[in-house]
Every structure is written in structure tokens, then in C-alpha cells.
């Protein structure tokens, strides 16, 4: 029985949709608890104010936030927004990187070949889409706790960090286009290239400018984007950071030397190169 392309398409957007903001709330957690140094598995999830645990209801994603009335049901204390709008922004984002690089096709052609169908050829796995997939989907999931616990900390930890940059290489290992050799040039790139500016800025300046958070950081982003990638990277999430910084130091009247986290600069930059990164360089050079 052939089935209609365009109905499938709404079903992966579905599914694809609920398993990002699934995720998003697990993010979430990790956001809350990594820098409390509370486990992210157990003990499951309490009311931030009156530690009381939360009922099952108000886990849905975004769902739980209106059932809830956006308050705890024992202290009355206020759910912040952020919640539900993490979660919300992980549930689009995932969905514009999977259709970014994935048919539902794709995904069928890569189940096994004993299923017979004849619209798909299924066991016909293309590789090739897959690897950039996860390779957003990595950076996505590692840089929204990254950028949370950046803002409200000023700290990128490195249980985020060293994993991203473990899982990044294996990734990058899959990647034609950049294999083991690429992704540890890469590294070697990022960290290395903001470890020489990090410390030309402390000798002119004498105070420190840029983190030894933000250095590792550059170095996972080079090991899934490879060396060209990662100068691009620095080079938007500093623009990015510098019009920001100037809007902030302005309107919040604190002057243009108050130090603002580059954290989600960077995740911002990094996901914005990996998911469209030709068509960000075409446009740079047609000018
Ligand atoms: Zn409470």
C-alpha cells in the first residue's frame, strides 16, 4: 500500500515535535540540578521552593505548566516560563534540524530490509544525512544547559563540556568530511585559538576577558565542526555578543565594560553553522 508523503510528513512532525519538548524538559533538569550538584536521575522532580515531589500531571511538557496553573500545588510557588519555553524552543528546533536533513524516507529506507514496501526501498540506509543531523542535534542538547547555567551562573561545567567533546569526535570519526584527524584539528583550532586570545587580552588589559569555560567550549565546537567551522563560530558568536552587549550596557545603563556570558553566543553561533552553514557562506560571499 503506497502511503501519501504529505501525510507522513505531518506524522514524523509530530513525533518529532513531542520528542523534542520530551527532551527539552529533560534539559531542564540537567539546567536545574548539574550546577546543585543534585543527581539527574534521582530523586525525581521536586518543587524548587518547598522540595515537595511534583505530581505526575505536571511533568507533560508545556502541558504540565497549564495544568498546573503555572504554580506548585502545595506552596503556591510560581513555575518561571522559562520552563515551558525551553522546553517549546527544544520542540522546534529539533523538528527544523530533522527536516533540515531527514525525509521520513530517509528514516524508513533506514530500517531493516525485511520490511517489504513498495514506495520505500527499505535496508537502503543513506549514512551521509544522518551524520549532520546529529551532529545539530548534539550541539542543540548540550547548548541549552550550556546557555542556562552560563546566565544564571556565569560557568560552562565541564560535565557538559568533556562528554560533548567525547561524543563530538566520535560523531565527527563517522563524518566523511572530517574524520578523527579533522575533528582534533579542530579542537586544537578552538581551544587553542581562544586559550592566544584569552591571554593577549590578560596581558593588554590586565584583567580577564574571556573564561577558561568558554575556551573548552570552543575546542568541543571544533571537534564536530572542524577548524573552518569553529573560526566561524567565533566569529559570529562575537558579533552576535558584541550587539547584544552594547544594546544590554546601554539600556540596562551599566556601561559597555560589564562583562556579559559568551556562553549562548557560542551555542547560538555553533548551531546556526552546523544546521545552515553553506547558506550562511554563500551569502558572506556574494558581497
Ligand atoms: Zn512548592
Redesign the pocket.
Known amino acids: 500500500m503506497p502511503i501519501d508523503l504529505s501525510t507522513l510528513n505531518i506524522i514524523f512532525g509530530i513525533f518529532v515535535f513531542l520528542f523534542g519538548i520530551s527532551i527539552g524538559s529533560f534539559l531542564n533538569v540537567v539546567a536545574y540540578r548539574l550546577p546543585l550538584n543534585i543527581s539527574i536521575v534521582s530523586p525525581r522532580s521536586f ?6 515531589t511534583v505530581p505526575n500531571f505536571a511533568l507533560i511538557p508545556v502541558l504540565g505548566y497549564i495544568l498546573t496553573h503555572s504554580k ?6 510560581k513555575i518561571p516560563i522559562t520552563y515551558p519555553l525551553v522546553e517549546l524552543l527544544t520542540g522546534i528546533l529539533t523538528l527544523i534540524i530533522f527536516f533540515r536533513f531527514l525525509t521520513p524516507t530517509n528514516v524508513l529506507e533506514a530500517l531493516p530490509s525485511f520490511i517489504t514496501n513498495e514506495t520505500f526501498q527499505f535496508g537502503k540506509f543513506h549514512y551521509n544525512n544522518f551524520v549532520p543531523f546529529f551532529v545539530s542535534l548534539w550541539l542543540l542538547y548540550t547548548g541549552i544547559p550550556l546557555s542556562i547555567i552560563d546566565l544564571k551562573y556565569r560557568i560552562l561545567p565541564n560535565k557538559i563540556i568533556y562528554p560533548g567533546i567525547i561524543i563530538g569526535f566520535i560523531i565527527s570519526c563517522l563524518n566523511h568530511n572530517l574524520g578523527w584527524s579533522g575533528s582534533l584539528i579542530g579542537i586544537f583550532t578552538g581551544a587553542g585559538g581562544l586559550f592566544f586570545i584569552a591571554k593577549t587580552y590578560e596581558l593588554l588589559r590586565k584583567r580577564q576577558g574571556i573564561g577558561m569555560g568558554d575556551v573548552k567550549y570552543l575546542g568541543f565546537i571544533g571537534a564536530v565542526l572542524g577548524w573552518k567551522g569553529v573560526i566561524f563560530t567565533l566569529f559570529y558568536a562575537s558579533i552576535l555578543g558584541a550587539i547584544v552587549g552594547i544594546i544590554w550596557g546601554i539600556s540596562s545603563r551599566k556601561g559597555l565594560s560589564t562583562a556579559i556570558p559568551f556562553g549562548p553566543f557560542l551555542a547560538t553561533a555553533a548551531l546556526a553553522i552546523s544546521t545552515y552553514g553553506d547558506e550562511i557562506l554563500s551569502i558572506i560571499f556574494k558581497f
Do not use: A, T, V
Not at 506548585?72 to 510557588?77: A, F, L, V
Open positions: 518543587c524548587p521552593n518547598c522540595k515537595n506548585c500545588n502545595k506552596c503556591n510557588y
